[in-house]
T-cell receptor
């Protein structure tokens, strides 16, 4: 069956450290993968999109990698801050068009 | 621009009642979709639309109806509410598909409780 897996346990890190979140998928061959941030009581907000032919994408303190052989994407936040505390969702396009399938998300807690 | 708006923010229904969740966007986006989010299940696609007059089913369409008569509006109808439909519902929209630039804009959500 098709699955997108993200660590369901919260990730606790100290301010200033690098947070690394994992997204693994099974039985998909996505051309694109996206990462979203979701704060409690709010809708998800788009962060980054990476294509299958891009190994890495950066935006300010954020970095995403996409390994189609391992079927995995890693999401990094460098120099993390308490304001980065949120749930991070990965999503992919299962059939190459706009329809998105989401993982369950990983909650990140950054303590001062 | 208001972006994607959803009404109501909260709703309590009794089993068997029907209601419509409203979603509107003012960005002239062709693609709109409805998700439900449950603890431990993530966001699951209910229905989506690639333009006015065109809708299709997502992963969990049973018990829900949609229509798309205008580009701006994409209402979600619960025909006969059941406790299993207790969830947070999100509407999203995105501009025409160009592959590398697609992103979805989400509304603030509607929290629905069915007793």
């Amino acid at each position: 069956s098709q699955k997108i897996e993200q660590n369901s346990e919260a990730l606790n890190i100290q301010e200033g450290k690098t947070a690394t979140l994992t997204c693994n998928y099974t039985n998909y061959s996505p051309a694109y993968l996206q990462w979203y941030r979701q704060d409690p009581g709010r809708g998800p907000v788009f962060l980054l999109l990476i294509r299958e032919n891009e190994k890495e994408k950066r935006k300010e303190r954020l970095k995403v990698t996409f390994d189609t052989t391992l079927k995995q994407s890693l999401f990094h936040i460098t120099a993390s801050q308490p304001a980065d505390s949120a749930t991070y969702l990965c999503a992919l396009h299962p059939d190459g068009f706009q329809k998105l399938v989401f993982g369950t998300g990983t909650r990140l807690l950054v303590s001062p | 621009n208001a972006g994607v708006t959803q009404t109501p923010k909260f709703q309590v229904l009794k089993t068997g009642q029907s209601m419509t969740l409203q979603c509107a966007q003012d960005m002239n986006h062709e693609y709109m979709s409805w998700y439900r989010q449950d603890p431990g299940m993530g966001l699951r696609l209910i229905h989506y639309s690639v333009g006015a007059g065109i809708t299709d089913q997502g992963e969990v369409p049973n018990g829900y109806n949609v229509s798309r008569s205008t580009t701006e509006d994409f209402p979600l109808r619960l025909l006969s509410a059941a406790p299993s439909q207790t969830s947070v519902y999100f509407c999203a929209s995105s501009p025409p598909w160009r592959g590398s630039t697609d992103t979805q804009y989400f509304g603030p959500g509607t929290r629905l409780t069915v007793l």
